[in-house]
């Protein structure tokens, strides 16, 4: 079982962490206590120059902590050490804090409650402190959080420059909707930009009341026009169907208005798919290929093979972000 004076501590801000905006020989002179009993151990002088609002007004509500040691913390925090799963499930690069025992210290700092976790509050002290927090590899939703209590605290919006834009971008491909929402809120432009592209595999109608209203009307307005834009664009360009020749002695006019109707069936099935947006150029080439193939007259397959040809060229200069 684990000691009763043992606390969980950040292992980035703890009591001797060497951390930049710091004078050399700086030490930490606040405690930050986290809703899930995490202690930060930090700089009031860091906190007051990066807020507007005294940190939450919390700096000017500080006190000295009655206790003569933390509280214990038993339950499910007390395990052997191999087998704890705090949030990085094991992983020491991705865990925000240790078990440690409670140092001399903490009867003379003064401390703060917060109501964030500390995975969450962890990306915001790093965000304050202007620290990489990659490594971390924090979830959407724990940087959704983390931004959304920045106001709260009088932070900033970490610049369009920050790293942590880039930590959300890569989740792109697994929630594009989100990260373009977490984007627009902010008005980090290049963050939407370059996730509009990944929304087009997704349907509009996936897209929750709760997003919408995030991201707001200007940008819900390119979202829905990057969209909406492509399918009418695709509409225009695989429209008409391949010009036709001469009749011959071995293709009538019969014959080639065959091939119209399978083309305008390829266009339909196409138009009518999930995400015709997101339509692929192999999928334009596996939807009308086939025509060129049913038919034995050379000339028609010249003037298919011209229409797929060109198709395919139109449509690879369609706008695929906002």
Not at 57 to 70: D, E, F, R, V
Not at 124 to 143: D, F, K
Not at 157 to 186: F, K
Not at 274 to 288: D, G, I, K
């Amino acid at each position: 079982m684990a000691s009763s004076t043992e606390i969980r501590v950040s292992t980035t801000f703890f009591p001797s962490a060497l951390l930049p905006n710091v004078p050399d020989g700086g030490r930490s002179d606040l405690i930050v206590h986290t809703s899930d009993t995490v202690f930060f151990y930090v700089h009031q002088s860091v906190l007051r120059a990066r807020s507007n609002n005294n940190f939450g007004m919390l700096l000017s509500t500080t006190y000295y902590a009655s206790n003569t040691s933390p509280p214990a913390h038993r339950e499910i925090h007390d395990r052997d050490q191999g087998t704890r799963d705090y949030f990085g499930g094991g992983r020491a690069g991705n865990v925000p804090f240790i078990e440690s025992s409670a140092p001399d210290q903490t009867n003379t700092i003064p401390t703060i409650f917060v109501s964030e976790e500390s995975v969450v509050f962890n990306i915001i002290l790093h965000l304050t402190y202007g620290m990489a927090c990659g490594r971390y590899g924090p979830s959407i939703e724990v940087i959704s959080n983390a931004l959304e209590a920045m106001p709260r605290y009088g932070l900033p919006t970490p610049d369009p420059t920050n790293e942590i834009w880039t930590v959300l971008l890569r989740q792109a491909e697994v929630d594009p909707l989100r990260v373009y929402s977490l984007g627009a809120a902010h008005a980090v432009d290049t963050v939407c930009i370059q996730s509009s592209e990944h929304t087009l595999n997704t349907p509009l109608s996936n897209l929750s009341e709760a997003d919408a209203m995030t991201m707001g009307a200007i940008y819900l307005r390119r979202l829905f026009f990057l969209h909406f834009g492509r399918v009418e664009a695709l509409k225009r360009i695989v429209g008409p169907p391949p010009d036709t020749h001469a009749d011959t002695t071995v293709c009538s006019e019969m014959v080639q208005r065959n091939v119209k109707k399978a083309w305008k069936a390829a266009v339909a099935e196409l138009l009518l798919a999930e995400t015709p947006q997101a339509t692929a150029v192999s999928a334009l080439v596996s939807a009308f290929g086939p025509i060129a193939n049913s038919t034995q007259c050379l000339a028609c397959k010249e003037k298919i093979q011209e229409r797929i040809a060109s198709v395919v060229q139109a449509w690879g200069n369609v706008k695929k972000i906002i």
